[in-house]
């Protein structure tokens, strides 16, 4: 009882937080402004330690298992809430609300100008409270709740600086696009309704996440209630859902443009958390895309070419959370990619590693505007002498995202690319084969981004910040206003402008900022080497730990399945491949960037535009964005479409009934004519009428 | 033969009258109007609640209660009783009528134009649709249901905007049009041999009774026109074009009516009366209902993408959710297997989410439009800014609106596709298509009237005042309820709709 309450608070603390936030502290203490975001950060605080007793229960193998509580009951369906606490939840706890308590601190110094922080903290612990719930969720319709929770707040925070036109548009196909992918989500679930009679006779729950994965194992252990086409279709309904959440190809459009919301949202949710759930979703029924070989093809492929195309677009964007946005899908390719080939616990281990860099390269992205007022890093550069720390902290952040040797993100990186090479019993050899060179090739590119990132935010000359961005803008119009339109590729882009630090002081960020980038940065050092050392034991960590750690869980769910899965050693052939890969994407950046005389020029030049039509492609994201709003969306669907069923709903469906009454109308008048008063009339059409009557009655 | 007489029932259906009367009569001065209005709604809810909540729906309990039956019409040939009296199904909608009377009445606080005449007209038109839902004699409930049509049809054409008067006959016409189907219905099953009953209790217990009669129209005939008759104030596709019409030109109190509660007779018809009396019908057509149901979902969905006048847009996606609860009736054409409750359980919770969500909707339209006197779209914009709390009732109707869970309408939604996709898959998998469409209207139009650049003659607008913002709270704190823990409504419903499943499932 007491454990089942501990682990409950976990998720209703910052719902109590939000809870205070939004009835209390808003509409009557809304001018106390750091009042609101400690309501949020001691609660987390809690939660954080709360989960980390989790974990530990969950390592020392205490008894988690608490009965779910019936929710809605309608006939057969039998819809429980509940907690599954596993290996996966216990890791995932950690991270939400680590990632979430650090992301607060700074937003306690980012958002301390905007007059919303009480609207923004509560929109902040509603998140993080759907989060927590989504990972502890035992059922499948209860994580199906949580899920769109988590969509909604993304969808508000995104949408936070409303009145700006971009951000709410933003907001609005943040939320379509992924609930585009939401369908194929809730048509699974619609699947397992249709299935419940089965899952009853064998006494299971069809909405029960552990049900789920006894029903997907084969006859021999009792399930394949799931099973053969069917199987492989619920666990692409359930990637579909993966998909948009994740930013997977097709459905990746809506996340670079979601960094219009404040920059501490985009390190939470659109780099280490909701994003990551989509990741957590596979493998949350990873019991089930087991039994698949069709799904885990496609989970792989997808993954491995959402990893390579996302890392080409980040090569040539000039704002910098774009080029982060960009990074951020292509790692969470990696992601899905290394599930798809069976490297289950690297793909989780990759999601916490980057869970902690990435977290990092937003903040400091957001350290960076504080000072300069712009996103651009056309007009950064030099920054480096004025912010020595976060300037340090984005190099160990950039270089653990490349996967440089010790940093975290090397070590997880390499055993995806381990995984990937040795495949395993899931997939086909080809499939771990093709995903293998794919990521390899994107270890090239990320490598290039990221040094084209640092290198254009912090060397080379002082651009001017937001204050030359607005010069040259303003020059921009005044010469449209002169010349005609210019060309839509030569007006700078202003998406990069926050709005609201409208004036460059360069200077290291406050505390508040700086002090959670150093616990990430300490992180994103260490995280990878200590939680899993590939060969030997360190501090008494086993080697493997955390893959190992993870294993069980699956193991513990589909004992058959999950022994295709293999742990592979530490290859110092593939860690020395993808160093020499690595390097030669930071030397290839070098080579173009380093001293060139552009790095001068207000805007930067960029070495890239020398590329022609392939610059003009990727910097246009493929035209992907074109054709799902221009193509699709504008012309297809609303002037075709809409336009044609709003016309056949206004002249014929209308029309119709308009003419009926018109008939009705004039046949009054016509009727009216025929009352002449005449009695005689009248007696001659009743005796013609009594006439017809009777002849009709003989007849019949 | 159920009898009895407790008198909740008829005093929840006749206090808002006997308000009326008592404000032609006896009160004076616009401002104690308003403040009586307000005193016999409220009261009027109290008594709905206390029907709702004192309902009891555990297993083994009377099916009809709080029975009130007085004969009415004896003779050879003709056999009416007065007889109210509620059941799981028709409860909920009581309450539902008496919360949003409440809101309605609230709603129509600056309403300065012949103010005696209006509060009339809104509290009989309250009289005639706790009425309907509270009748178990049909000839009653088609009483209640024509009494109905007048105060609307006074409350549009002399108090709406635009074209009124067209908007007003228009509903009218079309109303009318579904009553004549209905008696005609009425009276033949009135006249089947052995049948010679108006009470509703013993045609839907006894479904055999009306299956094996050898009546004047053939069956399915008169399971059509009920159907018609339903159909239209659903509204579904084709019989929809009254509805933007009369809503866009309605005042918001009556939009609010209108959309909340007078929809939904036409949902409970269905439900009472086409699944209730002729389950081997809806059976039969299930197929028909279901795609009725999936083109009225998708059609009004895409339908909505297009108007840019905010209570019109509101007005479509109505059409669209009101679809829904066809595609949930649908469900009974399940080929193989038992029924499930889900599907109809959805259709009825259906009925009571969308009553507080559209109501929700149209009161926010109607806050739009006195304070910024304009409800086209592109003129609008950058509002949260200025109404907050507005803002806030707009997201949470909206969100309800598009199915997110922890709201209402998600609840509803979810059932009646789980209960769909045991009939039929496919059509359901395009009902769900629906639900993107529906992100898609709800979330531009608020991005297009609340987000955004607020243009300048917007600077002064105030936001939503004490008396506004109550019906707000109102509905979000019960569209909030129902999405956080739905058991204490659709357990209601289950308990009305068990002996309809029951009988499909070859019992009852």
């Known amino acids: 009882m007491g454990a089942e309450a501990a682990i409950w608070a976990i998720f209703f603390l910052p719902l109590a937080s939000f809870g205070v936030i939004a009835l209390i502290i808003r509409p009557f203490l809304n001018r106390h402004y750091a009042l609101s975001g400690f309501v949020l950060i001691v609660p987390l605080a809690a939660a954080l330690g709360l989960s980390i007793w989790a974990l530990r229960a969950v390592i020392v193998g205490q008894d988690l298992d608490f009965d779910p509580h019936l929710w809605l009951e309608v006939g057969s369906a039998t819809i429980e809430m509940g907690l599954l606490v596993d290996q996966l939840t216990a890791i995932m706890l950690i991270v939400v609300t680590g990632v979430s308590l650090m992301v607060q601190v700074y937003s306690l110094g980012y958002m301390r100008e905007d007059t919303g922080h009480a609207r923004y903290f509560a929109y902040m612990a509603l ?288 055993e995806i690319l381990t995984g990937a090479w040795n495949g395993s019993g899931l997939v086909d050899g080809w499939v771990s084969r093709v995903t293998f060179v794919m990521l390899l090739g994107g270890v090239l590119l990320t490598a290039f981004y990221t040094f084209r990132m640092l290198y254009m935010t912090f060397h080379g000359e002082f651009r001017g910040g937001v204050d030359r961005e607005l010069e040259v803008q303003e020059q921009a119009t005044r010469d449209e206003a002169t010349r005609g339109p210019a060309a839509p590729d030569q007006v700078p882009a202003t998406s990069g402008l926050s709005g609201q630090h409208a004036l460059v002081h360069l200077a290291e960020s406050p505390v508040a900022m700086v002090a959670p980038m150093l616990v990430l940065g300490v992180a994103a050092v260490f995280s990878g080497y200590l939680v899993n050392p590939q060969w030997v034991k360190e501090f008494g960590i086993p080697g493997h730990w955390i893959s190992e750690f993870l294993l069980t869980g699956v193991e513990h769910a589909a004992p058959v399945l999950a022994d295709r899965i293999e742990l592979h050693d530490f290859s110092r052939w593939i860690a020395t491949i993808s160093t020499v890969v690595a390097v030669a994407g930071l030397g290839l950046g070098a080579l173009l960037y380093w001293r060139r005389q552009d790095g001068r020029q207000v805007p930067r030049r960029d070495p890239l535009e020398a590329a022609g039509p392939v610059h003009t492609l990727l910097s246009q994201k493929y035209y992907i964005d074109a054709l799902y709003e221009g193509a699709l969306v504008r012309r297809a669907f609303y002037r075709i479409i809409a336009g044609t069923l709003d016309w056949i709903d206004r002249n014929l469906v209308d029309g119709t009934v308009d003419a009926v009454g018109w008939i009705f109308r004039n046949i009054g008048s016509v009727i009216g004519r025929l009352q002449t008063g005449q009695v005689q009339a009248y007696g001659t059409a009743i005796a013609l009428g009594s006439l017809l009557i009777l002849l009709g009655l003989l007849l019949f | ?84 009296g509620v059941d799981g199904l028709s409860v909920p909608l009581i309450a539902l009528t008496g919360l949003l009377g409440l809101c309605a009445v609230l709603a129509s606080w600056r309403i300065s134009l012949r103010v005696r005449e209006y509060f009339v007209w809104l509290l009989i038109l309250q009289t005639a649709v706790m009425g309907v839902f509270a009748s178990l004699d049909l000839l009653l409930f088609f009483l209640f249901w024509e009494l109905e049509l007048v105060p609307m049809y006074m409350l549009i054409s002399i108090w709406g905007s635009g074209r009124k008067e067209y908007s007003a006959m228009k509903f009218l016409i079309f109303t009318i049009l579904g009553s004549a189907f209905m008696l005609v219905a009425i009276v033949a099953v009135f006249v089947t041999p052995g049948v010679g009953t108006f009470d509703m209790t013993l045609l839907s217990t006894s479904g055999s009774m009306l299956t094996s009669a050898a009546t004047l129209i053939p069956l399915g005939g008169i399971f059509w026109l009920f159907l018609v008759a339903f159909a239209i104030k659903l509204p579904v596709w084709p019989l929809h074009t009254w509805l933007p019409d009369a809503h866009s030109d309605a005042p918001t109190a009556a939009s609010v009516m209108l ?221 909030l309820a129902v999405g956080i823990y739905p058991s204490f409504l659709s357990d209601v419903f289950a308990s009305g709709l068990e002996p309809i499943v029951a009988v499909f499932n070859g019992g009852g």
């Open chain 2, 259 to 479: 959309a909340g509660v007078l929809l939904k007779m036409g949902g409970y018809g269905i439900l009472r009366i086409n699944v209730g009396m002729f389950p081997m019908e809806t059976h039969k057509f299930a197929w028909a209902l279901i795609t009725m149901g999936v083109v009225s979902v998708i059609y009004g969905a895409v339908v909505t993408m297009r108007q840019t006048d905010l209570k019109r847009l509101i007005a479509y996606s109505s059409v669209s959710h009101m679809g829904l609860v066809m595609v949930g009736v649908g469900s009974v054409g399940v080929a193989q297997g038992e029924l499930t409750l889900a599907g109809l359980n959805g259709a009825a919770m259906q009925l009571f989410t969308h009553g507080t969500i559209t109501g929700l909707l149209f009161l926010v339209a109607g806050l739009v439009y006195d304070k910024a006197h304009t409800r086209y779209i592109p003129d609008l914009g950058g509002l949260a800014s200025r109404m907050p709390i507005v803002a806030a009732a707009v997201l949470v109707a909206g969100l309800a609106s598009l199915g997110l869970p922890g709201l209402s309408g998600f609840v509803s939604e979810l059932l009646v596709f789980m209960g769909a996709f045991q009939a039929y898959a496919w059509p359901t998998v395009l009902a769900v298509v629906g639900i993107v469409l529906a992100a898609g209207y709800i979330l531009w139009m608020i991005e297009r009237t609340f987000f955004g650049r607020r243009p300048d003659r917007f600077s002064q607008l105030t936001d939503a005042s004490l008396v506004e913002a109550l019906p707000l709270g109102l509905l979000m704190i019960s569209i």
């Open chain 1, 127 to 414: 998140f993080t409270s759907a989060m927590l719930g989504l990972v502890l969720s035992i059922n499948v319709i209860q994580l199906y709740v949580f899920w769109e929770l988590v969509g909604v707040s993304s969808y508000l925070l995104i949408g936070f600086w409303h009145e700006r036109p971009a951000a709410a548009a933003a907001a609005k196909k943040a939320f379509i696009i992924t609930r585009i992918g939401d369908v194929g989500f809730l048509i699974a679930i619609l699947y397992l309704f249709l299935q419940a009679d089965q899952f009853a006779a064998e006494n299971l729950n069809a909405f029960h996440i552990p049900d789920i994965w006894q029903a997907a194992q084969p006859v021999a252990m009792g399930g394949a209630i799931l099973g053969g086409t069917a199987l492989t279709w619920f666990a692409l309904g359930i990637f579909s859902g993966a998909a948009g959440k994740s930013g997977q190809f097709p459905l990746h459009s809506w996340l670079p443009d979601a960094m219009e919301g404040p920059t501490p949202v985009s390190a939470l949710i659109h780099a280490a958390t909701m994003v990551a759930a989509g990741v957590f979703l596979v493998a949350r029924f990873y019991p089930v895309f087991q039994a698949s070989e069709d799904a885990l093809t496609v989970v792989a492929l997808i993954g491995a070419f959402t990893a390579l195309m996302a890392a080409t677009m980040a090569l040539v964007m000039n704002d910098i959370k774009r080029v982060m946005a960009y990074s951020t899908i292509s790692q969470l390719g990696y992601m899905m990619a290394a599930l798809g080939v069976g490297a289950y616990g690297a793909a989780v281990f990759h999601l916490l590693t980057h869970a902690s860099f990435k977290a990092l390269l937003f903040m400091g992205a957001g350290s960076v505007n504080h000072a300069t007022g712009t996103f651009d890093m056309r007009y950064m550069g030099g920054l480096w002498r004025r912010m020595p720390l976060t300037y340090v902290l984005m190099v160990v952040a950039g270089l653990s995202l490349v996967g440089i040797i010790p940093l975290a993100g090397f070590w997880s990186k390499d």
């Open chain 2, 1 to 84: 033969m159920v009898t009895g007489y407790t008198g909740l029932l008829t005093a929840t259906v006749f206090l808002p009258a006997v308000g009326a009367l008592a404000i032609l009569l006896v009160v004076r001065g616009e401002r104690n109007i308003r403040v009586f209005a307000v005193l016999i709604a409220l009261a009027d809810l109290v008594l709905a609640l206390a029907a709702f909540f004192l309902f009891d729906h555990s297993d083994g309990a009377d099916r009809f209660q709080f029975i009130d039956k007085f004969a009415w019409i004896s003779s050879e040939t003709l056999n009416a009783s007065f007889f109210l």
